[in-house]
């Protein structure tokens, strides 16, 4: 199975602050379709997951674009230029280039 | 709008086994993929396997082959999950979400206990 390591585990920011989650596959997600099926999900405290961007740099429909997302093979990363309080929560890279779909262990954001 | 609408909690007991629904609207149902998946409160997030509506084929991680069966309604745009032989490990919440991943069920707890 592809393991998606993402770090740090937790990060902690102020409202405003421009943060960056990296996460790297154990194995590269390019398709032979030629699309890279790395998506980009937030959990917020007792809901369902988000999903944010998509392919590695779309921009799911509604989300804020302060939410971004680049990357390549096997070396991802998202960042949130100017986190804002509703942003907090766990956040988690996906793969879908693979079966069985895999997660990342989470990114969990934190006000300082 | 799209909305994918699952069942209630389940309390149960070891070893039995239990069905969970997701019922769809907003959408083509018949044509699309759904996905389910298993988190344990606190941790990440398992993927248990999908099911395509048109003919019910499934695909299945291996780690939940046995444990659980996917199938469909599609008179009611209904996605269902057998959970089998059920141990205090399969305590969980089980998610259904499209395979696009942009719309996701509101989650379920199954509990398993005596």
Redesign the interface.
Same mark, same amino acid.
């Given at each position: 199975d592809v393991v998606l390591t993402q770090t740090p585990p937790t990060l902690s920011a102020t409202i405003g602050q421009s943060v960056s989650i990296s996460c790297r596959s154990s194995q590269s997600l390019l398709d032979s379709d030629g699309d890279t099926y790395l998506?980009w !999900?937030l959990q917020r405290p007792g809901q369902? =997951?988000? !999903?944010l961007i @998509?392919s590695v740099s779309n921009l799911?429909?509604g989300v804020p674009n302060r939410f971004s997302g680049s990357g390549s093979e096997t070396d991802f990363t998202l960042k949130i230029s100017g986190v804002e309080a509703e942003d907090l929560g766990v956040y @988690?890279c996906?793969q +879908?280039t693979h +079966? =069985? @779909?895999?997660?990342? +262990?989470?990114t969990k954001l934190e006000l300082k | 709008q799209v909305k994918l609408q699952q069942s209630g909690a389940e309390l149960v007991k070891p070893g039995a086994s239990v069905k969970l629904s997701c019922k769809t609207s907003g959408y083509t149902f018949s044509t699309s993929y759904m996905s389910w998946f298993k988190q344990i409160p606190g941790q990440s997030i398992e993927w248990i396997g999908m099911i395509y509506a048109g003919d019910g084929g499934t695909g299945y991680n291996q780690k939940f082959k046995g444990k659980a069966t996917l199938t469909v309604d599609t008179s009611s745009s209904t996605a269902y999950m057998d959970l089998s032989s059920l141990t205090t490990e399969d305590s969980a919440v089980y998610f259904c979400a499209r395979n696009s991943f942009d719309y996701w069920g509101q989650g379920v707890m199954v509990t398993v206990s005596s």
């Open positions: 998506n !999900l369902s =997951p988000q !999903l @998509y799911e429909s @988690y996906m +879908a +079966a =069985p @779909y895999t997660f990342g +262990a989470g | -």
